[in-house]
C-alpha cells in the first residue's frame, strides 16, 4: 500500500522533483529518519518488483538524487489527473465532454492523507465546473439533448448543484419531457433538505410549476 501512494505522491508533482524528507514525513511520520530511509528503500524496490523494471528501466523512469525522487515525464505519458487539469482547463466544449469520460471517480480512494483530499475535492470540482460549462453551451446552441445529458452527468457528480438541476429541467421542458423534470426536482429536493438542509431556488421551484401544468 505505501508503494502505491509513493507512486502517486510522485506522480501528483509531476514534472518536479519530491524531497525525499517530506516522502518520508507523509509514509512513516512517527519513524525517526533512519528507519523511515530504509523504508523507502524498500518501497523503491517494491515498486520495481512490481513494475518488472531492470536498473536501465528504474533510472529512465525515476530522476533521483541523494535529496529527492521525481517521475521523468519525458518516458511516461501523462496519467489521468494532470489529463483531467488540462481538460477542464480547457475553453472547448470537446475538452469538458473528454473530462467527463475521462472522470472515473475520487482520486486514490483509500488514501486519507490531506494532499490526497484536496486533489481528491480539486478534481472533482474541476469536472463538476466542466459539465456546468458544457451544459451552458449546449443551451445556448439549442441543443436540449446535449444539455441534458450534460446537466445528468454533472448531477451525478454533485446531486445538489441547483444550476445544474435548473439547466437539465430547462432541456427538459423544451423536450417536452415534463415527468423527467419533475423528478429532477424531486430528487434534488431530496438531496438538497438531506445533505444541506435548504430548501430549493425560487427558479427551480418555478421550473416545477410550469413541467406540472405540462403534464397531461
Known sequence: EKARWLMARLAWSWGQPVSTESLMELLWPDLPALRGRKNLSQCLMSLRQTLHLGDDDEQEMLLRTPASLQLN???LDQH???RLKGLTSSEEPAAWEKALSLYQG??????????????SDDLHARVVAASEKLTQ???DGQDWSGALQAAQRG???????QDLALAGMEACLKLGRFELAVRTFEQVKKQLRTQL????STELLRAFQRARLEMP
Do not use: I, Q, R, S
Open 73 to 75: 515525464p519525458t518516458c
Open 80 to 82: 489521468d489527473a494532470v
Open 106 to 119: 475520487e482520486f486514490l480512494p483509500g488514501c486519507f492523507d490531506e494532499w490526497a483530499l484536496l486533489e
Open 137 to 139: 453551451y449546449c443551451l
Open 155 to 161: 448531477l451525478a457528480l454533485d446531486p445538489c448543484h
Open 197 to 200: 438542509d435548504v430548501e430549493p
